[in-house]
């Protein structure tokens, strides 16, 4: 049954030098591919990565550390590893002058995951 479900969503990837936002391998296999526990993850990815993204904007130093932390470990979950490497620069930024163009590139990632997710849950 998963490996039905892993062939369905590779076969609904998009051109070859395209690299999806979401990994939808990955997604299946994190999820022995029920399709029912792919929507809630990636329901909850998305809301989470809004809310994290957000607080971020106004944190100070230690707590944006924090929360890229987790918005990593929560990316890499469902696969959404541009976010997870986005995510893990935020972290590992020095200063805010280094931070910054490495959060607008979190920020962007996040943007395209969570598209990528709302057209998967539209075709779920």
Same mark, same amino acid.
């Given at each position: 049954?998963?490996?039905?479900? #892993?062939?369905q969503? &590779?076969?609904?990837?998009? /051109?070859? %030098? $395209? !690299?999806p936002? #979401? %990994?939808?391998?990955? +997604?299946? =296999?994190?999820?022995?591919?029920?399709? *029912?526990?792919?929507?809630?993850?990636?329901?909850?990815f998305?809301?989470?990565?809004? #809310?994290?993204? @957000?607080?971020?904007?106004?944190?100070?130093?230690?707590?944006?550390?924090?929360?890229?932390?987790t918005?990593?470990g929560?990316?890499?979950?469902v *696969?959404?590893?541009? &976010?997870?490497?986005?995510?893990a620069a &935020?972290?590992?930024? *020095?200063? !805010?002058? /280094? =931070?910054?163009?490495?959060t %607008?590139? +979190?920020? @962007?990632?996040?943007?395209?995951?969570r598209?990528? #997710? $709302?057209t998967?849950?539209?075709?779920?």
């Amino acid at each position: 049954m998963a490996q039905a479900a #892993i062939k369905q969503m &590779v076969d609904m990837e998009p /051109e070859a %030098d $395209a !690299a999806p936002a #979401i %990994d939808r391998v990955h +997604l299946a =296999r994190m999820t022995f591919g029920d399709r *029912g526990l792919e929507r809630e993850l990636l329901e909850l990815f998305d809301r989470q990565a809004a #809310i994290l993204l @957000a607080r971020m904007q106004t944190a100070d130093a230690a707590t944006v550390a924090t929360l890229a932390h987790t918005l990593k470990g929560s990316a890499l979950g469902v *696969g959404a590893s541009f &976010v997870a490497q986005a995510a893990a620069a &935020v972290e590992q930024a *020095g200063d !805010a002058a /280094e =931070r910054e163009p490495e959060t %607008d590139r +979190l920020a @962007a990632a996040v943007a395209a995951a969570r598209a990528c #997710i $709302a057209t998967l849950l539209r075709a779920f």
